[in-house]
């Protein structure tokens, strides 16, 4: 199958870890990339590779791989990070990329 | 910096034709693979095609082939989405996004433009 679940919402205190999990048979096999959107807002690409972080994105956000499941970790969670984020993921040959479905992160 | 701006979004009857644009500025347009994505409301984000940088390859969801259409015009950095036979279900904002290219990855997007289809 080519799906990727995520767990619909996510809830954390401030300053504690969020980790939201991403799992899909591709994966194993397969990098993954993670977009943290805001409302109204376009997403902006948080983590890659995994666990690779661009320029200008917090060292609090991290990932990880374990299979067929990836997790993105956002560690000392701030009421900034309250967020939908998503993993990409595409088929090798860049003929298919698929979306999971998202995961709303509820800073408490 | 690295722009994307669409345009052309609006309210369309169903079955009619749509033709979106994303205007690309701040890097070399003809190297680099782009794509569209959308985002019905209140939903998740939802691939639908991409166009590699020489236009020779175009891919799509299952839910757009057939009916929508990729192409880009590198003369005049611009990307473009047709959008045919359109439906309600097609309701959502569009996005066009650029592929790295380092990695299989989007990493920059548009601020989105929001097509209606109703009657």
């Known amino acids: 199958s080519d799906e990727l679940t995520q767990p619909p919402s996510v809830s954390v205190s401030p300053g504690q870890t969020a980790r939201i999990t991403c799992s899909g048979d591709k994966l194993s096999t397969r990098y993954a990339s993670w977009y943290q959107q805001k409302p109204g807002q376009a997403p902006v690409l948080v983590i890659y590779k995994d666990g690779e972080r661009p320029s200008g994105i917090p060292e609090r956000f991290s990932g990880s791989n374990s299979g067929t499941t990836v997790t993105l970790i956002i560690s000392g969670v701030q009421a900034e990070d309250e967020a939908d984020y998503y993993c990409l993921s595409s088929d090798g040959s860049g003929s298919l990329w698929v979306f999971g479905g998202g995961t709303k992160l509820t800073v408490l | 910096q690295v722009q994307l701006v669409e345009s052309g979004g609006g309210v369309v009857q169903p079955g009619r034709s749509l033709r979106l644009s994303c205007a690309a500025s701040g890097f070399t347009f003809r190297t680099y693979a782009m794509h569209w994505v959308r985002q019905a409301p209140g939903k998740g984000l939802e691939w639908l095609t991409t166009?590699?940088?020489?236009?020779?390859?175009?891919f799509y969801a299952d839910s757009v082939k057939g009916r929508f259409t990729i192409s880009r015009d590198d003369s005049k950095d611009t990307l473009y989405l047709q959008m045919d036979s359109l439906r309600a279900e097609d309701t959502a904002v569009y996005f066009c996004?650029?592929?790295?290219?380092?990695?299989?990855?989007?990493?920059?997007w548009g601020q989105g433009t929001l097509v209606t289809v109703s009657s």
């Open positions: 166009i590699w940088f020489n236009g020779n390859n175009k």
């Open positions: 996004a650029r592929e790295s290219l380092e990695e299989e990855l989007i990493d920059y």
